[in-house]
């Protein structure tokens, strides 16, 4: 079996200058998205007999037995993946202008594809995918990704499989003398890394020896990026959280800003009593895993992804506000018998579901699915019915199964907010609980 993999580094900007051979050890400082493309190759190639064709654009090297192939548009990347003889060609799911023309191309190629989507993605642009026939599977990287689009006639193509990471190649943390939190994550402002830092001088007060290690910077997604004066994020970025972490211009004594950093983060895991996580919500979350891995306790939102990387209440806490999220932090500050407990249990919990000799196989079931023209299967979901409106995607797959014309969820909420705002708002705060 031939596998092509696609990754869409146009200007390089992910991989300048970093070493991406050893996907096994870690991110070692590149994008979620292509880190984990890198990482499915690498474990095709190492995990079973698939002959893996890598093709881009300008990537350094990468992990042995993986064919590397460079291109320069994307006329020769549909020759040279027919010209290949390869069996699949696996995409990134985006908007963007090259990709769709990809997507297009591809109509008339008789290639099959596997668009993977690691970001959340519109109605109309799913369903665009749904409706060509070169791609053949949307895969999700989550159980809660994968439940945003149960009421979407997409539905037919899609399914999920879990991000991979190799967990047995970090150590189980020690609980630290001192206590430190850790928040890993791109510094843009969308991440509302800076809703977290308003906690941090209520977290001092509660545990006035607690040190904050702020991993991640504004250059994760381009290296060649404009920085502010404290060197981690953009100027704007820099000043929304800025008013928190410093006085009279300089930082906290609390808080070092670590920037970017590679596999060698995990030393500054081994020091963490408990991990933080961006706030917004996440398809999957690379970095809780990574923290967990290390045996760190993860407190995040209850929303998105993260509620399928990190077990509530099991390997960390999910809050369902600001509030309680501060309230989970100090906990497990303070609770040094709790934190052991969940920190032992979050590394049992991702050696047992993420790790690349397991998730492959769910990659070659894909594959000959695909491969075989199967089709493919409508999973119920089986857990966090209030949140995103799950409960209302449930109820219109039903009705999308026995024909029944479906009121869309964007207009009940229109007519709701117009008719009933106080009802609206209630539910809102019921089915969110923000």
Request: proline share 4%; with cysteine.
């Amino acid at each position: 079996m031939k596998i092509a993999i696609y990754v869409d580094d146009l200007h390089g900007a992910n991989f300048s200058g970093v070493d991406i051979s050893t996907p096994y050890k870690g991110n070692p400082g590149i994008g979620g998205t292509e880190y984990e493309f890198v990482m499915l190759a690498y474990a095709l190639v190492t995990f079973s007999d698939v002959e893996v064709n890598f093709y881009h654009h300008n990537i350094n090297k990468l992990p042995d037995g993986v064919h590397d192939w460079i291109i320069h548009d994307n006329n020769e990347l549909i020759v040279l993946v027919k010209k290949h003889e390869n069996d699949i060609l696996i995409v990134r799911a985006y908007g963007s202008p090259y990709l769709l023309e990809i997507y297009e191309m591809l109509r008339d190629a008789g290639i099959k594809c596997i668009v993977w989507a690691h970001n959340s993605m519109s109605g109309d642009f799913i369903n665009s995918l749904y409706e060509n026939p070169a791609v053949k599977r949307i895969v999700c990287v989550s159980r809660e990704h994968y439940d945003l689009y149960i009421d979407s006639k997409a539905t037919a193509k899609c399914i999920f499989i879990y991000n991979m990471f190799d967990c047995k190649y970090f150590k189980l943390r020690e609980l630290p003398d001192n206590s430190a939190v850790t928040y890993t994550g791109g510094l843009y402002k969308d991440k509302s890394f800076h809703v977290f830092a308003s906690m941090w001088r209520d977290i001092l007060r509660e545990v006035p020896d607690a040190k904050l290690y702020v991993i991640g910077s504004g250059k994760l997604y381009n290296h060649d990026a404009e920085l502010g004066p404290l060197g981690v994020a953009d100027a704007e970025c820099e000043a929304m959280f800025a008013e928190y972490l410093t006085e009279n211009g300089k930082l906290l004594p609390s808080v070092k800003l670590c920037g970017n950093m590679g596999i060698e983060k995990a030393e500054i895991y081994y020091k963490t009593t408990v991990g933080i996580t961006n706030f917004m919500p996440e398809t999957f979350c690379i970095s809780a895993v990574e923290m967990e891995s290390c045996g760190v306790p993860v407190v995040n939102r209850r929303i998105g992804g993260v509620q399928n990387t990190v077990r509530h209440g099991e390997t960390g806490f999910l809050g369902r506000n600001y509030d309680e999220i501060k309230k989970y932090i100090i906990l497990l500050l303070k609770d040094k018998e709790l934190n052991v407990k969940m920190g032992r249990q979050a590394k049992i919990f991702t050696e047992n579901t993420f790790i690349p000799e397991k998730i492959v196989h769910d990659w070659l079931k894909l594959f000959d699915d695909v491969i075989n023209d199967r089709p493919c299967e409508y999973i119920k979901p089986s857990e966090n019915f209030s949140v995103n409106y799950k409960w209302w995607r449930i109820i219109k797959h039903w009705l999308r199964e026995h024909h029944i014309p479906v009121i869309e969820t964007w207009q009940v909420k229109k007519f709701a907010k117009n008719n009933f705002p106080c009802l609206f708002y209630a539910l809102k705060k019921i089915l969110h609980r923000k």
